[in-house]
Each structure stands twice: as structure tokens, then as C-alpha cells.
């Protein structure tokens, strides 16, 4: 069975997103700053970036694919462009049904309404036998992490207090983390948990 692994950045006060989500502001207001370490030291993170673009397979939400909520705008093709970074099949959570997707690169987003243990079963299947990521955003996270189907959660810690927005790990008082490493630089920690319920 794939391992189920993800990659997500928050601020030191545990924030995975800003304020006020919105078209101008993907990551809530402010929120841009948590990714300087992907953007301003590529070198100095590459195996981690590296890492996340691994995977067999992506899980997402909504949000993290665009803006809107209701029913589909079909000119709409999420945040990245003509050719989004996954290359690989990508299950987006939604309520509202969509055709099937696919951009330039073998990115195919495939619209899932009926849950998330449908996405993972779907994800895991296109995977093989590479990993599958869930991918954000944090509403996403949590009811992954609240359903014990993340093995590994790779947490890259951010040097910035965001104060506001969307906290990753509220409510999850079931939820065990190991640490299993940790790596630190200028802009961000890198630390790796195994996770288990209970």
C-alpha cells in the first residue's frame, strides 16, 4: 500500500494560511511570507522542495485549487498556470461536480464529491507504487490527519509570526506526533513527524 505523506508549511504560531483568503490573496493576506523559503533559497532547500514533487499522486482541496465555491467556473484552472508543478494525478475535494481536467506536464485533476477516503482510494491507485501527498490546505490536512491516513507529516516551519488565518492543527487532540528529524536554516525548520492516533 502507498505511504500517505504530507508537506506543509506553517508559520512559528501554527498558521498554514492568512486572513481573508481570496484571488488576490491565495494564501490569505500575508500569507505569501511563509513560502519565502521555497522562492528566495531553492539551493538551500532543494532536497526538501525536491521532496514534495515526489509523489505518485496529490490530494487537495478546494481552496487550494482556486477561489470559488458553488458551482464550477470551467475557465478556471487552478493557481499555476498552463502547467502546474505535479506531474501526476491530482484529486481535488469538492462538492460540486467537474469533468476531469488535464494540463500540460501530466497533470490531471480528477473532481472527487463523494469524501475523502474516496480521493485516497482513488489517489492510491493512480499512485502505484510511489507515495501519495496530501497536499493542503489545512481544513484538508485535518481531516486527513483527524482519520489516521497520514503516515508521515513533513512540516517546514517558517520564521514568521502570522497572527491571523487558518491554524493547521486545531482540534486534533487524538493526533500523535514523533519526531523522526529536523533540519534548520536562515528562513525555515524542517522537521519530519510519523503520525498515530490516539
Given at each position: 500500500m502507498s505511504t500517505?505523506?504530507?508537506?506543509?508549511?506553517?508559520?512559528?504560531?501554527?498558521?498554514?494560511?492568512?486572513?481573508?483568503?481570496?484571488?488576490?490573496?491565495?494564501?490569505?493576506?500575508?500569507?505569501?511570507?511563509?513560502?519565502?523559503?521555497?522562492?528566495?533559497?531553492?539551493?538551500?532547500?532543494?532536497a526538501e522542495i525536491a521532496a514534495i514533487l515526489e509523489s505518485g499522486a496529490y490530494i487537495m482541496g478546494r481552496n487550494m485549487f482556486g477561489p470559488g465555491?458553488?458551482?464550477?467556473?470551467?475557465?478556471?484552472?487552478?493557481?499555476?498556470?498552463?502547467?502546474?508543478p505535479y506531474h501526476a494525478?491530482?484529486?481535488?475535494?469538492?462538492?460540486?461536480?467537474?469533468?476531469?481536467?488535464?494540463?500540460?506536464?501530466?497533470?490531471t485533476f480528477t473532481f472527487v464529491t463523494d469524501g475523502i477516503e474516496s480521493a485516497m482510494e482513488?489517489?492510491?491507485?493512480?499512485?502505484?507504487?510511489?507515495?501519495?501527498?496530501?497536499?493542503?490546505?489545512?481544513?484538508?490536512?485535518?481531516?486527513?490527519?483527524?482519520?489516521?491516513l497520514i503516515g508521515e507529516l513533513r512540516l517546514h516551519i517558517a520564521q514568521v509570526v502570522q497572527g491571523a488565518g487558518e491554524l493547521l492543527l486545531e482540534g486534533l487532540d487524538d493526533v500523535r506526533l514523533e519526531q523522526v528529524s529536523s533540519v534548520e536554516n536562515e528562513l525555515v525548520t524542517h522537521v519530519v513527524y510519523r503520525v498515530a492516533l490516539g
Open positions: 500517505v505523506t504530507c508537506d506543509i508549511t506553517i508559520s512559528t504560531d501554527g498558521y498554514a494560511a492568512g486572513p481573508d483568503q481570496s484571488l488576490e490573496h491565495p494564501l490569505g493576506e500575508g500569507g505569501e511570507r511563509l513560502h519565502r523559503w521555497m522562492f528566495e533559497q531553492p539551493d538551500e532547500n532543494a465555491r458553488g458551482e464550477w467556473d470551467d475557465a478556471w484552472t487552478g493557481w499555476w498556470g498552463d502547467e502546474p494525478p491530482v484529486f481535488v475535494l469538492t462538492h460540486s461536480p467537474r469533468a476531469p481536467l488535464t494540463l500540460a506536464g501530466g497533470t482513488q489517489a492510491r491507485a493512480a499512485a502505484g507504487e510511489k507515495s501519495v501527498a496530501v497536499a493542503g490546505g489545512a481544513s484538508t490536512v485535518r481531516q486527513y490527519l483527524a482519520a489516521g
